[in-house]
């Protein structure tokens, strides 16, 4: 037997679908303990290079006999060289990931939310490394995108794919977890580019001013209903469209079992009253029925059984004790008071979101590494 190769895009299927997974993970503990492979059918060590490389043999106890292997280490080339020697010592069905948690951390995976009542079609892309998702809306031929993340090339396949042309490209606020695609994909398909201007005082490039009231962020096919709702909370100028009257996008603000952090601008004391307001009173003029499509998730269990991430409001009414607190003291402390590790690089990441910096893509991609954390639990 041979050393096997898996790929993201198979491995990302197998995740999705539940199917049974065994993950040998041979980067430091450290970076283990930060962020892995996870599902809700993975299991998985973590067993340091390191402390391999004067042999397998102490591990071979540990692992599995009838189950395939996926090994896995940052970039690739760790991982062929213990996969080799887990074959070498005997071991049948051992692959190891190409291109690492470098490359799981960029994949995306479209999965169809529902239909338009009018024709036409909402599609999810679930980047299931980073837990960060966007959207596309087709309807007659035209495509509008929603927080769209650095690599872009899917976006356009997708598109072309289905016979649409990109019309519109919406940030629902300035990203701090992730680099935005949009930009690019306006350079590349001539789409207009929507975001909030609360959020963008400081960009060095024009855009359409994502706000409350307007009507023209619309298909030019069909009368696919689309309404702009002011949400500040996550960002000041957060903001979230209710589609069709019934997909409900709420960017970081609601999650499904969470809700987004006030802080990764400097603002947590004083954006907690907006976030609160947002999600106790703006929101609950929201039909209950509509679905929630948020644009993270926070932990695997979030997935449907079909690989998305989506419930109805009034499921969520139910289910996230965040948006259960009756007492305002809690709720501020609850949203400001010790928080979750901020993201990598979230600074620097708001710096070239605005247009400020030019990173190179090799290091867009490692400021990216590693998980969202724009959530707070309950």
Known sequence: MKLQSMNVETLAQKVMNQEPLFILD???????SDWKIEGKSVENINVPYMTLLDGVDPLIEKLPKDKRIVVVCAKEGTSVFIGDMLVEAGLKDVHYLKGGMSSWSDHIEPVKIGDLSSGGEVYQFVRIGKGCLSYMIISNNEAIIIDPIRTIDPFIAFADKMNAKIIHVVDTHLHADHISGARNIREQTGATYWLPAQDAEEVTFSFEHL?????????NNSNVDIKIMYSPGHTIGSTSLIIDHTYFFTGDILFIDSIGRPDLAGEAGEWAFDLR???YNTYQDVAKEVTVLPAHFGTIEELNNNGSVAKTFDEILERNTSMNIKDTEQFHALVSENLPEQPNSFVDIRQTNMGKVTPTSEEQHEMEIGPNRCAING
């Open 211 to 219: 706000e409350e009231g307007r009507n023209d962020l619309t298909f």
């Open 26 to 32: 041979v980067r430091n503990e450290q970076a283990f």
């Open 277 to 279: 307001s947002t999600l």
